[in-house]
């Protein structure tokens, strides 16, 4: 039996273009043809879901407005890069707590949430991959399959396949940096319950902490700098700067259940778009004390107007209006 030629290709949305759903508006994100599309990560602003769409037709190499009915799937096959968490591999970041999913419109053969089989119905086959709450780089597996009696002739895989590999690099686009290391005028808190060292790493599980968008970085270092020079000088007191942002942005998780950690999951509600951070008023020496100060802490609240930033109730976490005394929350905003 004579094999007829075809062309199979998984194609983009609209040509040559990516685009994200990003709430109710059309993204048009960074592309390195066919391999890595950058895209931001779901929750930045709670209940928003970012999505990304790609869709699947093959048609005859001869008439390309011939399309065929072809089997085709996608799945994700890993996470390259840890987003800034270093903690149980157990875990899948993926999926939790609101994560990755992959669907399309038609039926659905495979029953994972990370990956989708079916058909192309000689049209358009529209896959939609939701994108997860933590950063990180998404290593996406495709393959289109010919007809039967049909062989594919570009960009082959096998006689009668296409493999496709992409990349969805999850993470803020915008460059974040990190807080630089000034012990003379404050002092980068791991802990918010502990402050006995400066600098990052303290915390294995996410040793990369203390980013932020640049105008956030700025401030906090004129605030501390506020807060250094109404502070006499034969007292060490400086300003504690705790949780800021990730280095690519994204869920920062530091939930305890029981006195467990458990990964993956809030309470912090912000500190994913590089505007947030925390500043502790628990005691310099270690101890479980805080600084119980009403001057003290109302030099604080100054500084944090002086620098330009905004202090608010982040909720069902430490920093919050009933916690006053253990730690302010302070959000840039630009």
């Not at 460059?175 to 060292?197: A, G, H, K, M």
Request: proline share 7%; charged share 20%; hydrophobic share 30%.
């Amino acid at each position: 039996m004579r094999l007829s030629p075809c062309c199979l290709r998984p194609i983009l949305l609209l040509g040559a273009l990516f685009y994200g759903i990003y709430g109710d508006q059309v993204l048009s994100a960074g592309i390195t043809k066919g391999q890595t599309y950058y895209i931001p990560p779901s929750q930045l602003t709670r209940e928003v879901i970012v999505t990304q769409l790609h869709g699947f037709k093959c048609y005859d190499y001869r008439d390309h407005n011939r399309l065929l009915n072809c089997r085709f799937t996608r799945a994700v096959i890993g996470l390259i890069g840890d987003g800034g968490h270093n903690h149980d591999p157990l875990t899948h970041p993926l999926i939790y707590p609101v994560g990755s999913s992959v669907g399309f419109n038609g039926i659905d053969l495979d029953d994972s949430p990370l990956g989708v089989e079916g058909y192309t119905n000689n049209d358009v086959a529209i896959v939609r991959h939701s994108m997860p709450e933590v950063a990180g780089e998404i290593q996406i597996e495709s393959y289109i399959y010919s007809p039967p009696r049909w062989v594919c002739v570009t960009d082959c895989y096998t006689t009668t396949s296409h493999r496709y590999l992409d990349t969805l690099d999850v993470g803020l686009l915008d460059d974040l940096v990190e807080l630089p290391s000034n012990p003379d005028i404050y002092i980068r808190c791991p802990f918010t319950s502990t402050c006995t060292q400066d600098g990052p790493g303290v915390d294995t599980r996410h040793p990369r902490m203390f980013y932020g968008k640049p105008g956030l970085v700025d401030r906090l270092i004129t605030m501390a700098a506020y807060y250094r020079n109404y502070i006499p000088q034969d007292v060490t007191q400086t300003l504690r700067i705790s949780d800021m942002n990730l280095p690519r942005g994204g869920l920062f998780d530091i939930r305890k259940e029981n006195g467990t950690f458990v990964p993956y999951k809030p309470p912090h509600k912000t500190h994913r778009r590089g505007t947030s951070a925390d500043i502790s008023f628990r005691a310099l020496d270690g101890n479980e004390s805080f600084v119980d100060n009403e001057v003290d802490q109302k030099l604080i609240r100054e500084a944090i107007l002086f620098a330009g930033l905004r202090r608010i109730d982040e909720g069902e976490n430490e920093c919050t209006a009933e916690n006053a005394k253990k730690c302010i929350h302070v959000e840039f905003s630009e």
